[in-house]
């Protein structure tokens, strides 16, 4: 969950054929063709409302565990969804730090701020702590989670989403939608950039279907949500 994004920047789409032509002019009307979403990376569930709004069925996945427990009050009032205090990464069982920021924890993650800092630089990190790992795979597994009740993967992780996407390789085929943040420079030092996951998600039968700028730098780069759909 990024601090803001740039009113009145134009919507960018890539039109295929099909079902897909639905999606024409808005990122998120994906969700009106899903049964429920993974959103890894919660927060404070800023989304519940258009989720439930949908009938969505959702689970939420917040690392932070001060974080972790507002948001199970703020989505207790819809029955569809749930949450867990878990971090996601490609490796289970490993300990991180993870740096925690100043802005309710919107923009804190397992890597080092890199640009960051000039697209936004009241933002700092304030705290760490020590958090141990599970990838989405082992998780659902370990939780029983029904995966035929969510069809859609939401990431949000503050520049570790492509170690989400490779810890959860064995469950990836299940989601027809995959909504991303990447940018097209290292806003966190060493993470996934916008061609790195068009080609990682291109490899395992995903194409990209939409593109929202949402901030933007010169001398910097664009940051961007990007929506994937499943070539079936």
């Known amino acids: 969950m990024l601090p803001h994004s740039i009113p ?4 960018i789409n890539w039109i295929a054929r099909g079902w897909i ?6 990122p998120d009307s994906f969700l009106n063709h899903v049964r429920g979403v993974i959103h890894v990376g919660a927060n404070l569930g800023q989304e519940r409302d258009v989720y439930a709004a949908r ?10 565990p001060d974080v972790f427990r507002r948001l199970t009050l703020l989505i207790e009032p819809f029955s569809n969804q749930k949450a867990l205090c878990e971090l996601i990464t490609d ?3 490993q300990e991180h ?4 920021s100043n802005n309710g924890g919107a923009s804190s993650s397992i890597l080092e701020l890199g640009e960051h800092k000039r697209l936004w630089p009241s933002i700092s990190y304030t705290t760490d702590i020590t958090l141990k790992s599970v990838t ?3 998780l659902a597994q370990r939780e029983s989670i029904d995966m035929s009740a969510y069809d859609a993967l939401v990431m949000d992780t503050q520049g570790s989403e492509m170690l989400v ?3 959860a390789i ?8 995959i909504k991303t943040e990447v940018a097209d420079f290292e806003p966190y030092k060493g993470c996934c950039r916008l061609p790195e996951m068009d080609k990682f998600l291109k490899n395992r039968g995903y194409r990209r279907v939409a593109t929202r700028l949402f901030a933007y730098k010169a001398g910097i780069g664009s940051y961007y949500d990007v929506l994937y759909a499943a070539r079936r």
């Open 8 to 11: 009145g920047v134009p919507f």
């Open 165 to 167: 996407l490779k810890g």
């Open 21 to 26: 032509n639905k999606l024409r002019g808005d």
């Open 136 to 138: 989405l795979s082992t």
């Open 91 to 93: 490796t289970d069982g």
């Open 97 to 100: 730090v993870f740096h925690i």
């Open 170 to 177: 064995e469950i990836l085929s299940n989601f027809r939608f």
């Open 55 to 64: 009938r969505l069925n959702v689970l939420w996945i917040e690392p932070i």
